[in-house]
């Protein structure tokens, strides 16, 4: 008889205490989110005033302008994004209001659909681009160097990386 299935559990083990940061990646932790959150107002302020839409719609529309046909199915399209499924298909319903992306059924899956970027979309999308490449510019690669900006790179990638675990039932956005 297995006597491990009728004894009681084991008594917990002691609390380990928190791996606290450090007062340098304190100061790095602190300084990443205040870049993050103002790199992200500055982009969005920037979208909103010369095209009408936030920064997340732009990257929705230059991947359907970059996908085979300007199409792809909503998963994908919210996988890009890193966005759950649900904040995707408002996105593409105000995308859609606007006139520059369209809904299509996809033909061999009832439950699945396309987003594709409308000919006035791609347009939206040609006019807006050069104030948002120069926005980005000025705001980041034009403070670092050639050697800094390949530092940050591989950063980010190695960042997220850890953050997009492979294995089934993962807890990630795109998947909710």
Known sequence: MNTASTSAPPASAPKQEPRWLTDEQQRVWRTY???VYLL???LDRQLQRDAGMPHIYYGLLVKLAESPRRRLRM???AMYAKITRS?????????EKNGWVRREDCPDDKRGQ???LTDEGHQVL????PGHVEAVRQAMFDRLTEEQQKALGEIMRIVAEGLQPTEAGADLPWLR
């Open 33 to 35: 989110l205040d870049a």
């Open 40 to 42: 992200e107002d500055h």
């Open 75 to 77: 998963t994908e399209l």
């Open 87 to 95: 904040r995707l298909s408002h996105a593409i319903a105000r995308l």
């Open 114 to 116: 396309f987003a594709v």
């Open 126 to 129: 040609r006019e807006t681009a």
